[in-house]
Each structure stands twice: as structure tokens, then as C-alpha cells.
């Protein structure tokens, strides 16, 4: 994550006086650097935001993944720090998310975007996909035949950077068929990152397959995907038997560093399924091993991330990222 990206963050966390005042010390430029950023983010995270929020030692003011960018907040935000010289600023904003690669797609539904798209050839479909918003993306590879699935899945995993002809190539085809405006602009898309955030929107049937057939194939992609899938913070939507569970098979030395790095309700939640003399020692340890480096607890927490997949695989724990009601058979 950038700078500029961490700084964006921070500032729609912000109440928008707050927000304006800081950019309001920033020079123009910087102004406008940070407000593309701004206008360019749909929504955030509670775990980017958090962790944002916490290097800058800040405490959190808003709302955790609200709608907390768009046009209109980077507007607002530019208006108030810039006051009457506000418009060349906001003019070069809207230029630049208007020349994000597909952006016109934001505004189509995504029914709509599989009807034009279904035929295309895998690879067409991976580069298109890997430029929209994960909830649309996983609606559209929904939709699509099973293995046309797995083809564009192993694609988006393998794609890294994109020619900006191809990219435009393909925007001026979808542009004759679907009568809409846009440009282009040459940035990075795809990665095993897009093909987890896609997935963790998807419905349990799509992602189940797709999983276990791309495992075929190569199961190490599929393990990759699989710990970008589910993080550390998402312990906090357990119930308490499958958190018991989960500390039986973690130690309080991994507990100690990897709460260091985690939101006060996960700890709370942790604790609360501890016994009081564990919970103590537990506290006393945390205590005892001071400050430790990010890196080092980030570590530690995907160590229980990595337990916890394990006690899927074995069918002890059942993960349900989207916090979905699975439908009962008999």
C-alpha cells in the first residue's frame, strides 16, 4: 500500500472539517495527488482502514468500510481546503478517474456486462474483470459456465502488468457494442489479490468449485489464494465454540505477539473465551514482550491463519467469509 493510498484513507476516515484542514496545510499539488486518490476509492476496508489508522496513531473516528470515497468526497474535501481556487484542481481530478481503464463499466450493470462479454475469449474476459470492483466482477464470473470460470480465474492470478494498447484494444471494442464513453490509462491489474477479492464475494457453490478444480491444476496458486481470502480479523466473526477451537490449537506465545496488531473487539472476543487465569498470563505476556516490529506480528497472525485453514481442511472448522447462512440438506 502506498504512501499516497494510506494518506487517502486517513482522510476519509476523517470528519470532512477535520479532513479539509489538513489538506488545507498540503500545496496544491499534493492537494490534488491525494484527492485523485480519494476520488478513485469506492469503499474501505475495516482492516485497512484500522491499519492505517493505527500506524498513523490515530484513533478512528468513522464508520469501518462505509462508502468513504468517490468524486463527491474528493469534491467536498478540494472545496474546503482550496476554497474559490478549488476548480482546475477539481477539473483535473475528474479527468483522471474518468481515464481509469473500464471505468464507464462502474456505472453498468453487471448482468448487463456478462451478455456482452460471455463469448469473449477467456483472456479478454480476465482483463475486464480485473478492472472492475470485486462484488461486480464475482456477479459476472458467476454467471459464467463452469469451465470458462476456471480459465478466467487462472488468468487474472497470472496477469501482472497490461500494454496500454491491448487495454484500449479491447475498451474500443466494448465501446462500439455498448455505445459508451471512455479512456484508457496503462496501471496494474489482476494478481492473485483480484482473484481472492472476487472470491470472498462470490457465492460458497462458485467458490467451492473453483477452488477445487484450480487445486488440480495447481494447488499452490490455490493456497495462496486461499490465506489472502481469510485474514487474521476475520477470527472476530467466529462464534465462541469455533473460537475455543481455535485456541486449542494456537499457543499463547503466537496469541501474545499476533493481538498485538489486532482491533479491540478481536481481543476482547479472544479473551472472553479464556479462562480468567489463562486470559491473565496471556495479558502478562503480551505485557512482557514489549514493542515488537509489524512485520513480526504480521507474522504470527498469519501463523493462526495457517492453523486455521488447516483445521478446515480437516473439518473442525467450516470458514465463512461472507458471513452467509449456508442452506441445510437432508
Do not use: C
Request: charged residues 25%.
Amino acid at each position: 500500500m502506498s504512501d499516497l493510498h494510506k494518506a487517502a484513507i486517513l482522510l476519509t476516515a476523517l470528519p470532512e472539517e477535520e479532513a479539509a484542514s489538513i489538506m488545507g496545510r498540503l500545496d496544491k499539488k499534493q492537494v490534488e495527488q491525494v484527492s485523485i486518490e480519494i476520488a478513485r476509492l469506492k469503499s474501505v476496508t475495516a482492516d485497512d482502514q484500522e491499519h492505517v489508522i493505527l500506524e498513523f496513531a490515530e484513533s478512528n473516528p468513522g464508520s469501518a468500510g462505509a462508502d468513504a470515497g468517490g468524486m463527491d468526497r474528493a469534491r467536498t474535501l478540494v472545496q474546503k481546503a482550496l476554497g474559490t481556487s478549488a476548480g482546475d484542481t477539481i477539473d483535473n481530478i475528474r479527468q483522471s478517474i474518468e481515464a481509469l481503464p473500464f471505468s464507464f463499466l462502474r456505472q453498468v450493470d453487471s448482468q448487463n456486462i456478462l451478455t456482452y462479454i460471455i463469448d469473449e475469449h477467456p483472456q479478454t474476459i480476465a482483463l475486464i474483470l480485473s478492472h472492475l470492483q470485486p462484488a461486480a466482477s464475482a456477479a459476472i464470473l458467476s454467471g459464467l459456465p463452469p469451465d470458462r470460470q476456471l480459465s478466467v480465474v487462472q488468468r487474472i492470478a497470472e496477469m501482472g502488468q497490461t500494454s496500454p494498447e491491448i487495454i484500449e484494444e479491447v475498451e474500443r471494442g466494448l465501446e462500439r457494442r455498448m455505445s459508451s464513453v471512455m479512456s484508457q490509462s496503462f496501471e496494474n491489474a489482476g494478481g492473485v489479490g483480484a482473484v481472492a477479492e472476487m472470491l470472498n464475494v462470490s457465492d460458497r457453490a462458485t467458490e467451492r468449485t473453483l477452488l477445487e478444480n484450480l487445486s488440480v491444476d495447481d494447488p499452490e496458486l490455490v493456497e495462496e489464494i486461499r490465506r489472502l481470502m481469510f485474514v487474521f480479523e476475520d477470527i472476530n466473526k467466529f462464534n465462541d465454540k469455533d473460537i475455543q477451537t481455535v485456541l486449542k490449537n494456537v499457543e499463547n506465545s503466537q496469541w501474545a505477539l499476533a493481538l498485538k496488531g489486532a482491533s479491540a473487539e478481536l481481543k476482547e472476543k479472544i479473551f472472553g473465551n479464556m479462562s480468567q487465569r489463562a486470559g491473565d498470563m496471556l495479558r502478562e505476556e503480551m505485557e512482557f514482550s514489549g514493542a515488537v516490529k509489524l512485520s513480526v506480528v504480521e507474522g504470527k497472525q498469519q501463523e493462526i491463519v495457517d492453523i486455521i485453514r488447516r483445521l478446515e481442511d480437516t473439518g473442525e472448522l467450516e470458514l465463512n467469509a461472507g458471513g452467509e447462512e449456508e442452506q441445510l440438506v437432508s
